[in-house]
């Protein structure tokens, strides 16, 4: 209220009382506007009076990088970061690079300026490159009309973001006219206090009242040259303006058509989706049946694998232990056929040897034939000797007591003539059965001659009798069975092959294998032991043993 009062007869200076109790930000944007306007007004009319180019150390160019810096500054964001608070106008000024590709070059110096350090520092830098370049009404220009990446460093009500800011790249355009030689260098860009000085702005009227006479023409004709400069810019602007509003139409019109488009759309999708949740609940459903149905099939099959598969290892196991009988079996065949191979061989040198062996018999066959001959004669010798004694039976007294010698002699030829025809026989491989009955015939003529030569002497014809009957037991024999007419052994019942093989038994005839022949005895009718079956053997023995 006090304000009010104070304040009556100037209503400006009330709303903005009223505007900066609303809105502090709108008070310092105008402020700031303000300077703006004052500092780009009088640096411009300060040049011209100057007439030449501008340099770093002109005091009105300071103060207008220092107000430039404040509005910049204006409603930035803090960002928070480990070292600490962070408050630079870099980084929106990093976006001009972005979106005008001509100031590439002017982002890169700046990047490249030894000494720089501090973001704020190459802000600076880039300012007073882009005013020595005259371009930087325009890079700000293109800045300000990207409000949207601008509300990412600046909060809302701040400078650029509202109209002032389009109003301030207005009048940067006024700068245009001005020539400026600025030596940038990164310590001193870094270490600038912002200050303003008012002491520029605030001036005598009386003081300036004859300066102002003198100059009017001049300052006259440089507002004209600002004002046509501003007027021109302003126009670009215009038309820039209406033929964004004229795409900004069409785009609208573009948008209002897709847009209803996109609610047709929507709508059909929705019934889509009504229909797909419908399906897709139906086939969930089946899904879920076929699942249930799938998973029994699989249970039933997983049951018949189960089943299978143990079918499967026992008949592996079957098949195993038939593989291994085969395989012992293949190894008893391979071992039987090395063996057969190996009697094979055998029988080879076996044949070889027989071959030789049936030479040798057949030499041994003609000298028993000599033999043969001989014990014939000497048979014959025999006889006359007997009719010699059958002569003699009316001799003296003294040729009955010398007839036992006689009788002894003459078993002793027998004996002897039985065993060469033994020998005889055995060789060729005959049986003794004929030549045996032959024999015993000429032993029963002998036993008859004897019988007449008993009634002289009954004690000697005794002896002659058990003689004779000795003779008869020894010779007495089995037929010598054939090697074709015997298959098997006779006492283990055995089938012979290559590997059992046949062997006579020199006592009784009959064939034996090897094992039920292997014993050997003395007989009388061979010089030294031979082979003879276990019957045999044993009853050789108990005879042997019951005579002894």
């Known amino acids: 209220y006090l304000c009010l009062v104070r304040v009556k007869y100037k209503p400006d200076l009330v709303s903005s009382v009223i505007l900066a109790l609303k809105d502090p930000m709108s008070v310092e944007r105008s402020n700031l506007l303000s300077m703006m306007k004052l500092s780009i007004k009088v640096l411009i009319q300060s040049s011209l009076n100057l007439g030449r180019t501008l340099d770093s150390e002109y005091p009105p160019l300071q103060q207008f990088f220092v107000v430039l810096e404040h509005c910049l500054k204006h409603g930035l964001k803090v960002k928070k970061s480990f070292i600490g608070q962070n408050k630079s106008i870099w980084a929106p000024l990093e976006l001009v690079e972005k979106l005008c590709p001509e100031s590439a070059d002017l982002a890169t110096s700046v ?96 003081t300036t009242e004859s300066t102002q006479d003198g100059a009017k023409m001049t300052a006259i004709l440089d507002q004209k040259h600002y004002i046509e400069e501003l007027n021109r810019h302003l126009s670009c602007t215009v038309t820039d303006l209406q033929v964004k509003m004229d795409s900004l139409e069409k785009t609208n019109s573009k948008l209002i058509e897709e847009l209803s ?74 071992k039987e056929l090395e063996l057969q191979v190996g009697l094979k061989q055998e029988m080879e040198v076996a044949m070889k040897l027989l071959e030789k062996d049936i030479h040798e018999k057949k030499d041994t066959l003609a000298a028993l034939r000599q033999q043969l001959d001989q014990v014939k004669s000497l048979n014959l010798n025999m006889y006359n000797k007997a009719q010699v004694l059958m002569h003699l039976k009316y001799e003296s007294k003294s040729f009955s007591l010398n007839f036992p010698n006689m009788l002894d002699d003459l078993g002793v030829l027998l004996h002897k ?132």
């Not at 030689?181 to 600038?192: M, R, T, Y």
């Not at 019957?535 to 005879?543: A, G, K, M, N």
């Open 417 to 548: 003539y039985v065993e060469d025809c033994c020998r005889l026989f055995e060789s060729c491989g005959l049986a003794l059965s004929d030549d045996n009955v032959w024999s015993h015939q000429e032993l029963l003529e002998l036993q008859h001659e004897k019988k007449q030569l008993q009634q002289l002497c009954e004690e000697q014809e005794q002896a002659l009798q058990e003689m004779g009957l000795h003779l008869i037991f020894l010779f007495q024999g089995h037929a010598w069975l054939k090697d074709d007419e015997a298959t098997q052994c006779k006492q283990c019942q055995k089938e012979f092959s290559i590997s059992r093989r046949k062997h006579h038994c020199r006592n009784c005839g009959d064939i034996y294998c090897s094992n039920c022949s292997s014993n050997e005895l003395a007989l009388p009718s061979y010089p030294r032991p031979v082979r003879v079956c276990d019957v045999c053997h044993t009853l050789l023995l108990q005879r042997s043993s019951t005579s002894s």
């Open 261 to 334: 488009a996109a609610t047709d759309r929507i709508n059909s999708l929705r019934e889509e989706q009504e229909q797909l949740r419908q399906e897709n609940i139906s086939i969930l459903q089946s899904s879920q049946r076929k699942e249930e149905v799938t998973l029994q099939d699989s249970q039933v099959e997983l049951e018949t694998y189960r089943q299978t598969r143990q079918g499967l290892d026992e008949m592996y196991n079957v098949v195993w232990k038939q593989y291994k009988e085969e395989k012992r079996i293949r190894q008893e065949l391979q």
């Open 111 to 206: 990047r490249d300026m030894p000494g720089l350090k501090t973001g704020l520092g190459k802000a600076r830098a880039w300012l007073h490159l882009a005013l020595m370049q005259k371009k930087m009404a325009d890079y700000l220009k293109v800045l300000i009309n990207r409000r949207d990446l601008l509300g990412e460093f600046y909060e809302l009500g701040a400078l650029l973001l509202e109209e002032e800011g389009s109003v301030v790249a207005g009048m940067l355009v006024g700068l245009n006219v001005i020539d400026a030689n600025l030596c940038v260098k990164g310590e001193d860009l870094d270490s600038q206090v912002g200050v303003i000085d008012f002491s520029l702005y605030l001036k005598d009227p009386q």
